[in-house]
């Protein structure tokens, strides 16, 4: 199954609002553009309008205003059948009554494709995704892995123009999550159909996409590659959303650019106009050898994780928690400890709209 | 309770006489219907079957009889169970169309609509058997399948099962369907129909037995021996035995009663065996 760029599709997510029953606002005023068989991700906090924005572009909720394009047309009022979408959803919803043979090429037989090309398209997709030996048994003769191999195949085998994905992986152990989201991307990069993946897990969301989107409370924070919102985060909500363990956040006073971090004063290589910020440190920018231009600060510990070549520190510095994430190897008895922060490392928030302060 | 000999034993003995007390009234039909008209007016009811078999059931399933002397009892079985099948089919379909509406079309009545659907078992055929007898006879459908069969079809008790099932079927799985490019009538047929079989099969047989034992839609409806169902039968076959100045003739009552008995028991026999598939597939 090879599919050639020309047949690529790009959706265009053009001022979309979205509410139920007229109350709040769900999703805000969102533009988006998915490219070309990219491969784009949705992360957010539970509630935040994830499975909304899927549905209406699925076609299975109505928007309020704005428009959904795909390949420059709208299809706002095209029923869901009609848009060439397929959609893998966090249960699977195969059908309980069909064997896999059956639910794969449900889809198919729907739009009165021949018989013989069904056959060959369910030989195919069983042979892509190795569920050859499945075709005869039913949902619940399944493996959840293997349901969810059938699901996927039941979206491929139409060879939609756009992909939709709620949550695939959620119900499936650690050790299959990773396994499949590898899977998943093979067949991306194999087959290059245009993707929407919504997760709240950020390991998926870096793993897997060519670009991620960070969604919060129906509003856009950020859209980059998995780069650009580890290291540039734009906002504070996608600092302290992407990144395990989270990055350590304090407020600090601001004077002349100086901050005051546990009393210690620190000057600030940006220019602040506020008299507070923001400071954000991820654990892995915390040094626990001296360095220059680096402040020095005292933390106790409360807790050590050893995760094998790593350790995590649990601390607290004048009740505020502290993470810190080192390869080097930490007693655990150990009380106290000493530990070097710098400037250049940090990321500063304006403590007004929460927006990055950049570097000059 | 604890599981120990005695107990089983206790139990498995409640277990037998009940099931004596239920079948034993029903044997005795059984085995009287195989004497002579003669042996049962002398002797009274018999506990083994006798010679006269093949006799009674013979004549009384081929030969006319009833006040007319034109309807065979095979006649008012085939009647019988066309009326209890269409009674039965016609409610599966009529209750689990009329719960997908409710439930799938969400349109501004569904509720009311239900509510006033199920107050209908308020109204059973005895408190409309008049109107629906004025209806019927201005249609021309008295003595007719469709007569017999049609005003008793609306089930409140099926549509109230099927909604709940319906309900209880998740709502991914219509959305699939939908982006399957399924419509709403292929949704019903591929999909919840299939998933619905098993309580579709129990509906089905407890109005067949429902059906199969009307009688007072039947005798208003028919004047016609040729529409008797064999309820019918039994009454007249009783009252002719009572009012008749020959010798009466109680092994062909018993043997019209014992017919009238194999259907229904053969339909259990045969759905159950579905029910237990139905379950140990467990498909849902
Ligand atoms: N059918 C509905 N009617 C009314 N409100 C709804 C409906 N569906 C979702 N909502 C509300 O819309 C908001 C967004 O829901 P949505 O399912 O899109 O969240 P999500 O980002 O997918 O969350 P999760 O990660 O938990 O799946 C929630 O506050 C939810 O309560
Ligand atoms: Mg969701």
Redesign the interface.
């Known amino acids: 199954m090879e599919i050639n760029r020309k047949k690529m599709s790009y959706l265009n997510i053009k001022n979309v609002i979205k509410n139920y029953n007229n109350e709040d606002n769900i999703i805000k005023n969102l533009s988006l553009k998915v490219e070309k068989g990219e491969f784009l991700v949705i992360v957010g906090p539970s509630g935040c309008g994830k499975s909304t924005l899927l549905?209406m572009i699925?076609g299975?909720e109505d928007i309020n205003s704005g428009e959904i394009e795909i390949n420059g047309k709208i299809i706002n009022n095209v029923?869901?059948?009609d848009r060439n979408?397929?959609?893998v959803?966090?249960?699977y919803?195969?059908?309980?009554?069909?064997n896999v043979e059956k639910n794969l090429s449900?889809?198919l037989k729907?739009?009165k494709i021949p018989k013989a090309e069904i056959a060959t398209r369910v030989k195919d997709i069983s042979k892509l995704l190795q569920i050859e030996d499945l075709l005869k048994r039913?949902?619940?003769e399944l493996s959840g892995g293997q349901r969810q191999r059938v699901a996927m195949g039941?979206a491929i085998i139409?060879e939609p123009k756009i992909f939709l994905f709620d949550e695939p992986l959620s119900n499936l152990d650690a050790k299959l999550r990773t396994q499949m989201r590898i899977e998943i991307r093979k067949l991306h990069d194999k087959l290059k159909i245009t993707s929407v993946y919504v997760t709240h897990d950020q390991i998926e969301a870096m793993t897997l996409a060519d670009r991620i989107v960070v969604l919060n409370s129906g509003i856009i924070e950020q859209v980059g590659t998995p780069d650009e919102i580890y290291h540039e985060p734009q906002s504070l909500f996608v600092s302290k959303f992407m990144g395990t363990p989270p990055m350590n956040i304090f407020k600090s006073k601001v004077y002349d650019n100086v901050a005051n971090l546990f009393g210690k004063e620190m000057k600030l290589d940006r220019n602040i106009n506020d008299n507070e910020v923001y400071i954000g440190i991820r654990p892995e920018d915390i040094y626990l050898e001296p360095i220059e231009n680096s402040i020095k600060i005292e933390i106790n510990i409360d807790m050590v994780e050893k995760l094998g070549s790593e350790s995590l520190i649990y601390a607290n510095i004048d009740n505020h928690n502290f993470i810190v994430k080192t390869n080097e190897k930490i007693n655990k008895s150990l009380k106290s400890l000493y530990v070097y922060i710098k400037n250049e490392k940090m990321y500063l928030f304006s403590a007004k709209d929460e927006k990055l302060i950049k570097k000059q | 309770m604890k599981n120990t000999f005695s107990s089983k034993l206790f139990s498995h003995i409640v277990l037998i006489l009940a099931s004596l007390m239920f079948l034993l009234p029903v044997w005795v039909i059984v085995a009287s219907s195989t004497h002579s008209p003669e042996t049962i007016v002398n002797n009274g009811l018999q506990f083994f079957t006798g010679h006269n078999f093949i006799n009674t059931y013979k004549s009384i399933l081929f030969e006319n009889s009833g006040y007319t002397k034109n309807v065979t009892a095979f006649r008012m079985i085939l009647n019988s169970f066309i009326m209890a099948m269409g009674f039965a089919v016609g409610k599966v379909i009529i209750s689990s169309m009329a719960a997908y509406a409710i439930v799938y079309f969400r349109f501004k009545l569904a509720t009311f609509l239900f509510w006033l659907i199920f107050l209908t078992l308020l109204l059973p055929i005895q408190v409309r058997i008049v109107p629906s007898f004025e209806v019927l006879a201005d249609l021309h459908l008295l003595n007719s399948y469709t007569g017999l069969i049609i005003p008793l079809i609306a089930s409140a008790t099926g549509t109230f099962f099927f909604r709940q099932y319906f309900k209880s079927v998740p709502e991914e799985l219509l959305e699939a369907a939908k982006m399957d490019g399924a419509n709403s009538w292929h949704f019903f047929i591929d999909i919840l129909m299939p998933l619905s079989k098993t309580m579709s099969a129990a509906l089905f047989i407890v109005m067949f037995i429902v059906g199969w034992n009307q009688y007072l839609w039947p005798i208003m409806m028919t004047t016609d021996p040729q529409y008797s169902t064999i309820l019918l039968g039994i009454k007249e076959i009783y009252q002719s035995n009572f009012e008749g100045t020959y010798l009466p003739e109680f092994n062909r009552a018993f043997a019209m009663t014992t017919l009238a008995l194999i259907i229904p028991v053969l339909m259990v026999l045969f759905f159950q065996r579905l029910f237990v598939k139905g379950l140990v597939d467990g498909d849902k």
């Open positions: 549905r699925a299975l029923p869901p059948a979408i397929a959609m959803f966090q249960n919803a195969l059908y309980p009554h069909m449900y889809g729907n739009r039913k949902p619940s039941r139409r």
